[in-house]
């Protein structure tokens, strides 16, 4: 039977039928939610969809039974953290509790799956989150269902991109990166690093947004879109190097047109990784023409036949939440019990019985206790009722306040002189959120943590703000002497509107003496 795999992009949807690894039919169609005319935005985007490939699929005379979507990350949360090493039977608990601190929704919004990686050299697990918005998955869902077609697999585009590599004949074994683009159609580009085919980093972007001069070439545009792509491909190794500053990328593997490889094995040169172009034609045969859309899409009908050791499945977790939901109900606990008279009055008659021995027991000694407590000596303070355990407690509520008000005069900080310092240090286009600050105590740093946001219109000028940001932070004797370790602790990017920013967090800590 013939596979079918339908990748949805940021500008259009590529559907591709293969029969064994050949490909049979590829269609490329333009993403019905960039189409903008009045009579056209009254018809829903999925409407529209169902439309277009129904359509394809009668023209090209589709009848595969299954397919698998490939989604962009514009569509996906992925994340990647560390959790403590739980029993199995906490382990989906404890990876919600961490995820929340990552994610920029409600969790409750979200349908999600998470794979786990043993890290032997710290004890710990390293969590690979992907989530969906449930209304998103709910209308990829109806696609499936529309077109008459079971779904294999929700997929993120960029591990369909891993799957090509090992169609490619490249191994996943160690640690490597993958990078696909396509400079010539507008579609997001995919920068990856993989331990053992295990995803530790994921980073999507795109062309789109580059300034267009007086006189715009061709040539010229496709400099602008190297020069974007070097960028943001340095930028994406920052943030791997600063997250992962243990493991070390052994080879980057890059997927793209030949004609792209003149003009970039130079500049991926300055790296000092081993740098290496795959040949996209011996995966995709010779007579395909070479597009990421086209590679993601044919990566993805071959979902079955060449599986990855990641196994996110988004469908699967959603039919698991809603059958705990299910079985979670109050009357399950009772489904299949039948009920007899005689032994619900025997029941009965042995809960009385053994309440009222029980209450004939109380009573006595609490008569008992009673007497012992009449014989104590007054003493204003202490309530005559109290026991042993209640004294004890009250000293050691006493000690405990006594110690906090010697720490506040022996320790106090003052953090005016801190916090001027802040607003100075601050570029253009960088305001704050929130802060926390924590005074420490024995053995405890000081600690301030800044939450801010950056809007500059530009990716990389918002990234370079925080890193002055940071620079002047650094700078700065009064904060310095506060402060010996500043770090960047967190940075990604979240939508307000229509807008785009920068969202960032910087931890300061000072470092404890030792007494």
Known sequence: MNSLGIYFGIKDINVVETNGNKIVNNIRLPHPKLEI?????????DVKIIALLKDAFRSYRINAGEVTFCISGQDLVIRTFEIPLLPASEV?????FEAKKYIPFKLEDLDY???????????????????????????????????????????????????????????????????CFDLNNEDEANFTVYENGFSLFSRDFDFAGEPAGFEQTAESDLQQK???????????????????????????????????????????????????????????????????????????????????????SLIASRLKAARAAT?????????????????????????????????????????ELAGIIS???????????????????????????IAALD???????????????????????????????SPGGKN??????????????????????????????????VFSRYFKEILINSIDRRSVGNKTLAVFRISCKSIPEKK
């Open 37 to 45: 005319s009045e009579l056209e935005e009254k018809v829903p985007t």
């Open 92 to 96: 989906r608990s404890g990876v919600s």
């Open 113 to 179: 799956d998470f794979q786990l990686l043993y890290n032997k050299k710290n004890k710990t697990s390293l969590v690979l989150f992907v989530g969906i918005k449930k209304e998103i998955l709910s209308n990829y869902l109806s696609f499936a269902k529309q077109l008459n077609l079971k779904i294999n697999a929700l997929e993120y585009s960029a591990f369909s991109v891993l799957r090509f590599l090992k169609l490619s004949g490249v191994s996943d074994a160690g640690m490597i990166a993958s990078i």
């Open 226 to 312: 190297q020069e974007k792509l070097k960028k943001e491909v340095r930028i994406s190794f920052d943030y791997y190097n600063r997250k992962f500053p243990d493991k070390a990328v052994k080879n980057i593997f890059v997927v793209c047109d030949k004609e792209s490889t003149v003009g970039l094995k130079a500049s991926f040169a300055e790296f000092a990784i081993p740098v290496k172009f795959v040949d996209p034609q011996k995966a995709l045969g010779k007579t395909a023409g070479y597009s990421s859309i086209l590679v993601k899409s044919f990566s993805a009908a071959l979902f079955k036949s060449a599986p990855l050791k990641m196994k996110i």
């Open 327 to 367: 079985s979670a109900g109050p009357l399950a606990l009772f489904e299949g019990l039948k009920l007899d008279l005689k032994y619900i009055l025997l029941g009965a008659v042995l809960c009385i019985a053994v309440f009222g021995y029980g209450v004939m027991r109380t009573q006595a000694r609490q008569q």
């Open 375 to 401: 014989q104590r000596v007054k003493i204003t303070s202490v309530p005559a009722s109290d026991n042993l355990q209640d004294l004890q407690n009250a000293s050691t509520k006493y000690k405990k306040k």
């Open 407 to 437: 720490n506040v005069i022996k320790n106090q900080v003052y953090i005016t002189p801190i916090l001027n310092v802040i607003p100075q240090a601050m570029p253009k286009g960088v305001w704050l959120d929130s802060f926390t600050f």
């Open 444 to 477: 405890l740093p000081m600690q301030l943590d800044l939450n801010g946001e950056v809007y500059l219109k530009d990716n990389d000028q918002e990234f370079e703000s925080v890193n002055l940001f940071l620079a002047n932070l650094k700078k700065d004797q």
